[in-house]
């Protein structure tokens, strides 16, 4: 498997046998002949062990997962991953925390999860993300009121919210707590939509909201006023992208329940000029 097979193998939500799934599929398409057996035997394990990982009713350990990353040729970062992907299926509750955390650090979530359109247009209402980042902040109550409270929205729109989340596989509930399944969702690049303008409409609404409601101490605006050249537009948005990222990875708390507030980045960098040729 190629670092450019990363992606793919991503896409699994974190389930590291359908990653093992994938490479058995890629050597038997190279050669037709290769069998499960063959693959166990690569992979140094029994063909009984082989079987009851790739179903997922039976883990790996540390020096077994660091073993077939390196028979399947995966490179250091990548064995990372699938490590620590390993580690999250464990039993041990501290152990599968140690593995999430290892795993942001990664940027995994972040380069696995993106949204597709269709889906993102059921939940294009801001609150909808809001709520995901709310449930993971220390002290985060199920109650759909004191969510409202919270978001200054109302109760049915959380109810709703909630029910459309759990719908789609973004929200689920564990121990009492409702729990992220994707731990980034992002809207498409570059796409003109409706339901992503009204996002970006709603996002500088709540902005505006905060000029007058918030002190400066709750908050930070700032505006910039600049010329600039056409062909420079494409290296200033990849700077922005790239500080919403670096910023992102730095303050995003590494394990469940460690942030306190949900606060929203915004940046906005667009022509004053439109009509100026």
């Given at each position: ?75 250091d970062h990548e ?77 049915f729109e959380v ?119």
């Amino acid at each position: 498997m190629t670092s450019k097979d990363l992606s793919v193998s991503l896409s699994t939500r974190g389930d590291y046998p359908a990653w093992l799934k994938q490479e058995f599929n890629e050597r038997c398409r190279i050669n037709p002949l290769y069998s499960m057996r063959a693959f166990a035997r690569d992979l140094k394990l029994s063909p009984a062990s082989m079987s009851y990982i790739m179903s997922g009713q039976k883990g790996l350990s540390h020096s077994s997962a660091k073993r077939v990353a390196k028979a399947i040729e995966l490179n250091d970062h990548e064995t990372e991953v699938f490590c620590a992907l390993v580690q999250l299926r464990g039993r041990n509750k501290a152990s599968r925390a140690v593995a999430h955390a290892k795993l942001v650090q990664l940027h995994f979530y972040r380069d696995a999860v993106k949204l597709k359109l269709d889906v993102f247009q059921n939940i294009s209402d801001w609150y909808h993300f809001a709520i995901l980042q709310l449930v993971q902040i220390k002290n985060a109550q199920t109650d759909s009121k004191w969510m409202a409270n919270q978001l200054g929205i109302h109760v049915f729109e959380v109810d709703a919210a909630i029910e459309r989340l759990k719908r789609l596989e973004l929200l689920f509930v564990e121990d009492d707590r409702y729990r992220v399944t994707k731990e980034m969702v992002f809207a498409p690049d570059g796409v003109p939509n409706d339901a992503i303008r009204k996002f970006h409409r709603q996002i500088l609404d709540r902005a505006v909201e905060s000029v007058s409601s918030q002190t400066v101490d709750e908050r930070y605006l700032n505006s910039t006023v600049l010329p600039i050249q056409l062909k420079d537009l494409p290296r200033a948005r990849e700077k922005i992208k790239r500080f919403h990222r670096e910023f992102d990875a730095e303050f995003t708390p590494a394990t469940h329940g460690q942030g306190d507030h949900v606060y929203a980045l915004a940046v906005q960098f667009f022509t004053l000029t439109p009509k100026l040729k």
